[in-house]
């Protein structure tokens, strides 16, 4: 089997360790003898949908969208069809907020998204900076844990955007630890069909493997209609999950030291 | 000004780090500072007009520490009286209480100069107090990002500040960072661009850690004709013109050979001026910028070659940064690590013999960055040929271990013990006698694995550096 991820302005959304995520996808699909080739697309270049069986983007600064936002434009069509069908996505920080219908910046200038969520994004003054802890609300059907204990993804917040979400749009979960989306309605990230947007660094999918083999699952599924994932050694990512949500709580506890 | 409350706060301060020196707890290099500057925000200002003092400022994302040791030693042996924050303190809490140090019996002790290393993103401010003879830029990479939000704000907040100053100031820039060529316009007087010159085969694609492949002034993607480390280079940008061959000062690499058990590094350095030999013990391609950076500096101060050659010669790596500690005969090499661009130039530092065994510490305290999400673009990928037995250690260990398994080390080869001074005997233990084992940690990892061997009597403490 052979997993093709287009991986969206690989040389422009690349600043908060988000390579971290296809390193995941990659590690995990080798161990299930599943091929994984990666489609690096660059502006000007074309998004071939037979080649795409998953797509994703990482975060990067303002000057960086501003740079995509033209280019995934011409690209709205061909994404919309994609995972309109079912193709799953993974969209971090800048790439999530431009997969939103806009992103309005610091200084009042609104670059246009693509609107696959049902979301729009507003600077503010303050950066949500810290650990994050989700209560997911995706229900995993490779999740090797027991539907008794909270389901929880974890990971690194940074950004100054708030998003807000339609009423209607699912997001990736409930925020027990951190701001999430905009600091008030305690919700984070977003869900449509099988994309996935977040504003979480950690990188996200190594801390979190049941996300990881969820979204490998998804696409091999529609793909090969595959069954299940097998399952692999999985202790050191849970105790890494684990040990980070506890330094989530911990560090939530702790004083804020003032700086001079 | 308010001249009696600043005499207040340095008394206070000064008390203050004496009893934390008597009580052994710390060299006061950053406490008493605190304190002072609680009871009179606007010491430094107050300080700076009182001392008049030529200042200099040194900063950037990796270096400051070797290239404020450096420049200091060389002041120092041309006869001058020079302070610094040699710790490392570089927040404004660190200026002060290095200055505190040198306040005795109610007065300030006679000084000729100042170096500071000083904080990238507060280094606005300091400009502003101190009123800087010259400011010295190394680099500017990502570090610690949940520190400084983003890139291209520090940029836009430097360039405001140095706007702001005047033409008499000098400014040293590193030329083969595009992002700190672009700082101030080519015609500003008083600035001294330095960078590597050298021909020869380098690659031309840039590793990943490499921010900067789009011209830092027209953003269009440009042709970088050649690539050093990171992403230094010497672009050429066809849509704007924008290139950074203009250097004042450059080094060229001549020959590294191994004399007894050390490698000498002998560089070539060139101005419009002169010609300077330089042998050097420090390893690494980014020290050899340290040491120009430190050398162009020196060579505006008008510092005779000969004070310069020797200093370099005989200069020994800063805390942390490859300095070698003896343990039961194992020589254990640190190497501070705090941020991609960083850990990547270490591990191609390392010797390519076999494998030997590592202790690597990731902390996520406020000084070393809470988010470790950066390690994930260091290419441990190419860290673990070299690593024989690994421990790992920190408040964000796993983290770490998770990046170890999946940059391909075995399971067996790595085990995780988040109590430092037992991973460090363990550590020291798995080696053989007489063996070289690799210590890489974060900011506050090193200053924790520093306090256990100062307790052990293997070394001084920090601030006797």
């Not at chain 1, 993974?90 to 999530?96: D, E, P």
């Not at chain 2, 041309?78 to 306040?103: D, F, H, M, P, T």
């Not at chain 2, 939000?149 to 500040?161: Q, Y």
């Not at chain 2, 191609?348 to 690597?360: A, E, I």
């Amino acid at each position: 089997m052979v997993l093709k991820i287009a991986h969206l302005y690989p040389t422009l959304m690349n600043i908060y360790g988000d390579r971290g995520n296809l390193t995941t996808l990659i590690y995990r699909s080798k161990l299930r003898n599943i091929k994984v080739e990666i489609n690096s697309i660059s502006p000007g270049e074309v998004l071939n949908s037979n080649e795409t069986d998953l797509i994703f983007g990482g975060g990067g600064q303002d000057r960086q969208q501003f740079l995509i936002a033209a280019d995934l434009q011409k690209k709205k069509a061909v994404l919309q069809n994609l995972i309109g069908s079912g193709v799953p996505a993974l969209l971090i920080c800048g790439s999530y907020q431009l997969f939103g219908h806009y992103f309005k910046t610091a200084t009042g200038k609104e670059i246009p998204g693509i609107g696959i969520f049902n979301l729009y994004t507003v600077a503010s003054a303050k950066r949500k900076i810290g650990n994050v802890v989700v209560e997911s609300s995706v229900d995993f059907k490779e999740n090797p844990n027991s539907s008794a204990r909270p389901n929880f993804i974890v990971g690194f917040e940074n950004h100054s955007g708030n998003t807000f979400l339609d009423p209607q749009t699912q997001p990736l979960g409930k925020v027990v630890v951190g701001f999430g989306n905009n600091g008030s309605d305690q919700t984070e990230g977003a869900i449509y069909q099988n994309a996935f947007g977040s504003y979480l660094h950690g990188s996200l999918l190594p801390k979190n493997p049941h996300l990881a083999d969820h979204l490998i699952y998804l696409a091999l599924q529609k793909k090969y209609r595959l069954c299940s994932l097998p399952k692999i050694d999985d202790g050191l990512e849970w105790q890494a999950h684990q040990a980070a949500v506890n330094r989530a709580f911990r560090l939530k506890k702790r004083l804020g030291l003032f700086r001079f | 000004m308010r001249p009696l409350r600043a005499t207040g706060a340095l008394i206070i301060g000064k008390l203050l780090q004496l009893s934390l020196k008597r009580l052994g707890r710390g060299g006061g290099t950053a406490l008493p500072g605190l304190v002072a500057l609680w009871v009179e925000p606007e010491l430094l200002t107050y300080l700076s007009t009182k001392l008049a003092i030529p200042q200099i400022l040194v900063t950037g994302t990796n270096g400051k520490t070797t290239t404020v040791r450096l420049l200091h030693d060389i002041l120092v042996n041309s006869g001058l009286k020079v302070i610094s924050n040699r710790s490392g303190s570089n927040l404004k809490r660190g200026l002060i209480s290095a200055l505190i140090e040198n306040y005795s019996f109610f007065h300030l002790k006679p000084i000729d100069l100042a170096v500071w290393e000083i904080d990238e993103a507060i280094l606005p401010d300091i400009i502003n107090e101190t009123v800087p003879r010259g400011v010295v830029f190394n680099n500017l990479f990502r570090d610690q990002l949940d520190r400084y939000g983003e890139i291209d704000t520090l940029l836009s907040k430097w360039r405001e500040s140095l706007d702001q100053l005047s033409p008499d100031t000098f400014l040293v820039l590193n030329g083969d960072d595009p992002n700190i060529s672009e700082l101030v316009s080519i015609n500003r007087p008083n600035t001294i661009r330095f960078g590597q010159r050298q021909d020869g085969d380098l690659s031309s694609k840039l590793p990943h850690a490499a921010e900067s492949r789009h011209c830092p002034r027209c953003g269009k993607l440009t042709a970088i004709e050649k690539v050093y480390t990171a992403h230094y280079g010497k672009y050429n940008c066809p849509s704007c013109g924008f290139n950074n061959h203009s250097l004042n000062i450059s080094f060229t690499q001549v020959k590294a050979e191994k004399i007894k058990n050390n490698i000498i590094t002998q560089i070539e350095i060139k101005s419009r001026q002169s010609h300077i030999d330089i042998k050097t013990s420090l390893l690494g391609e980014y020290n050899l910028y340290n040491i120009t950076g430190a050398i162009a500096t020196a060579l505006l101060l008008k510092i005779p070659i000969g004070v310069i050659q020797k200093t370099i010669s005989s200069s020994r790596p800063a805390f942390g940064r490859g300095e070698v500690i003896e343990i039961d005969s194992r020589q254990l090499n640190f190497f501070l690590a705090k941020n991609p661009v960083g850990l990547n130039e270490i591990i191609k530092t390392l010797p390519k013999t076999k494998p030997k065994n590592f202790l690597l510490v990731l902390n996520d305290e406020v000084a070393d960055g809470r988010d470790v999400s950066w390690i994930w673009d260091a290419d441990f990928e190419k860290l673990v040929p070299k690593i024989n037995q690994a421990i790992v250690s920190g408040t964000r260990a796993e983290d770490l271990a998770l990046r170890l398994k999946y940059a391909g080390l075995k399971l067996d080869k790595f085990t995780i013990d988040k109590d430092l001074t037992l991973a460090l005997k363990k550590i020291v233990n798995l080696s053989q006698p007489k063996a070289n084992v690799f210590v890489l940690p974060t900011y506050t990892a090193m200053l924790g694995l520093r306090k256990i061997l100062a307790d052990w009597g293997k070394t001084h403490q920090v601030w006797q550096d």
